[in-house]
């Protein structure tokens, strides 16, 4: 199938934040205890919980301890009781957010509003923090999680989220590469992996810039590259992800019949 | 030195910590909130905001509160909206995720006409629980290497003493009041909640004075016999005031979840234009009813029955 046939069909197929959702939720193994963000990250750990992962372990920094959302009740933030339901355990915000911190934490899941090579994330300002274009809803639980355990983050794939500097560092990522972060006090986590609709990547031990590591299936790294505001590294074994299983779809769209979080 | 803390003790020692009934209107307990407090806001997002008595502060024409809570939505955008508040500390602040970035809080901050301190979800419940524990800061291994801390005048960065491990500082928040709002508590004072806590007990022991807002007051008989189930002692307590449905549009745990279809229309309504919009609604809804049950009336029945049923139905098997 050539390029262009192969997007077509991704294309009435599934949304591409469907796309996302499903390949996220691949990131995630049996047993891990993950930290999830509201958004797409909540919906794909708790579809790969759904599907391949049945032991990992959801937190939500509202307070909630193994989480089991239930199909069609996803949460407006993950602070409200939908998000307790069938839960092990409630707790204190403060003290769920610890857990990071003591080191119970294998995985932070979050969404992004911008990112930069090193994987920094800024969800405080856009343009001069002093006088911004935008002022963002801020950091919530994401600096904490960047801060303290391994980040997989998940977002579209575009121009103006991934730029060659973040406007602001919400949420550390590899700082300005290198042992930046180490060096600024953060001697533990860091990226992991960022899945977008386009690919997943990863990043480079030494110079720590991100990394394109698989191509969804019919995505070119000219096409991935043109969508990215920096220069991407390409591993040298690039692989090309499997589409999204019907099954994958199905058990997606039962969880969010109403597409709260999958527009 | 150590003035912050003798003071904080001062008022302490000087509050009625007696068992005694307390149970007041909600307008007389906004009239225990002065100009220019530090106001502590329990529950977090959508979850047991003390919306009732935000309302009644508003009404009572409040302003210059300096307003602390973990993450904020349409709750900083009415104080904003009604000038009550113009500094709020938080670690997010939008109406909530699905309804996209605040409008309002854009408004106002963006035009610099209110201050929003960012600091992250862990720090602002550190700062609650250090204000808790009688101590002027706690430690932690977060925020470093962010853009945050340069914007922070009060945040500090220490090595160590034993150890030489990097760790952030951050100051104790006692605030003058703390608005908290729960499923049940009795006359005393003496409060169950149910669920998710959010950062409730370390605000409530953290504060100089903290106004209960409750779904319903039970006999203090009823708190003894599950003592254990008792959050918040009625020592910390100045006032209790009874309101049902004191959340609303927002959730209380097991009783309501959100009103799904106000927030909605509430976003539509600042998306078109938030100026405009929070002045309406505010004329609307928080002006304009002559008592909380007017407001509730406003809201309608439908939409109060509808996040009661799936509120309740967190029990259900």
């Known amino acids: 199938m050539t390029t262009e046939a192969t997007s077509k069909a991704r294309a009435s197929n599934h949304t591409a934040s469907e796309l996302l959702a499903v390949m996220a939720s691949r990131l995630l193994k049996d047993g891990q205890v993950v930290f999830a963000g509201v958004g797409i990250p909540l919906l794909a750990a708790t579809l790969a919980q759904r599907l391949h992962t049945p032991g990992l372990t959801i937190l939500f920094e509202g307070g909630t301890i193994g989480a089991f959302v239930e199909p069609g009740k996803l949460p407006p933030s993950t602070n409200e009781q939908r998000c307790t339901r069938r839960a092990n355990m409630v707790l204190s915000s403060t003290d769920v957010l610890l857990l990071l911190q003591r080191g119970y934490i294998d995985i932070g899941f979050m969404g992004g509003a911008q990112i930069d090579q090193f994987g920094n994330l800024n969800s405080s300002f856009i343009g001069d923090p002093d006088n911004p274009t935008t002022r963002l809803p801020g950091t919530g639980g994401g600096n904490d999680i960047s801060s303290l355990t391994d980040m997989i983050v998940a977002m579209k794939h575009e121009k103006r989220r991934f730029v060659h500097r973040v406007d602001f560092i919400t949420s550390p990522g590899f700082i300005r590469g290198g042992t930046s972060r180490r060096d600024s006090g953060l001697v533990v986590g860091g990226m992991y992996r960022v899945v977008t609709d386009l690919g997943v990547m990863g990043f480079d031990d030494e110079s720590r810039r991100m990394k394109v590591l698989a191509l969804h299936p019919g995505v070119t790294v000219g096409e991935i590259q043109d969508n990215t505001g920096f220069e991407l590294l390409v591993t040298d074994d690039l692989s090309v992800t499997e589409p999204p299983s019907g099954r994958e779809l199905s058990v997606l769209r039962h969880l969010d019949p109403d597409r709260l979080y999958i527009a | ?317």
């Open chain 2, 1 to 317: 030195m150590t003035q912050a803390y003798l003071e904080l003790r001062r008022n302490t020692v000087a509050r009625d910590r007696s068992l005694r009934e307390k149970v007041i209107s909600l307008e007389q307990a906004a009239s225990l909130v002065k100009d220019g407090d530090r106001i502590g806001i329990g529950g977090s997002t959508l979850s047991r905001t003390p919306i009732a008595m935000i309302w009644a502060l508003i009404r009572a024409g409040r302003k210059r509160l300096t307003c602390s809570r973990g993450i904020m939505s349409s709750d900083g955008e009415l104080l904003l909206g009604s000038a009550a508040s113009d500094h709020l500390i938080t670690s997010w602040f939008s109406q909530g995720i699905v309804w996209g970035v605040s409008k309002v809080m854009r408004l106002y901050i963006e035009s610099k006409r209110a201050r929003f301190d960012e600091w992250s979800h862990m720090a602002m419940g550190l700062r609650f629980r250090a204000g808790a524990m009688g101590v002027p800061f706690l430690p932690v291994r977060s925020m470093m290497g962010s853009d945050m801390i340069a914007r922070l005048s009060e945040i500090r960065e220490m090595a160590c003493p034993y150890t030489g491990d990097r760790l952030v500082l951050v100051p104790a928040l006692n605030p003058d009041v703390a608005l908290i709002h729960v499923q049940r508590c009795d006359p005393y004072g003496n409060a169950q909640m149910d669920g998710l806590q959010f950062m409730d007990i370390d605000l409530a022991m953290a504060a100089n004075k903290v106004i209960l807002t409750t779904e319903r007051i039970v006999s203090n008989d009823q708190i003894r016999r599950a003592p254990d189930q008792t959050k918040i002692p009625f020592l910390a307590v100045e006032a209790v005031v009874e309101v049902p449905f004191g959340c609303a549009p927002h959730e209380c745990y097991g009783v309501y979840e959100p009103f799904f279809k106000h927030h909605d229309m509430y976003a539509e309504l600042m998306r078109k234009d938030p100026a405009k919009g929070i002045a309406e609604y505010l004329d609307r809804y928080v002006y304009g009813p002559k008592s909380w049950t007017e407001y509730l009336d406003l809201i309608g029945t439908e939409e109060l029955l509808d996040a009661a049923r799936r509120g309740r139905s967190i029990y259900d098997d």
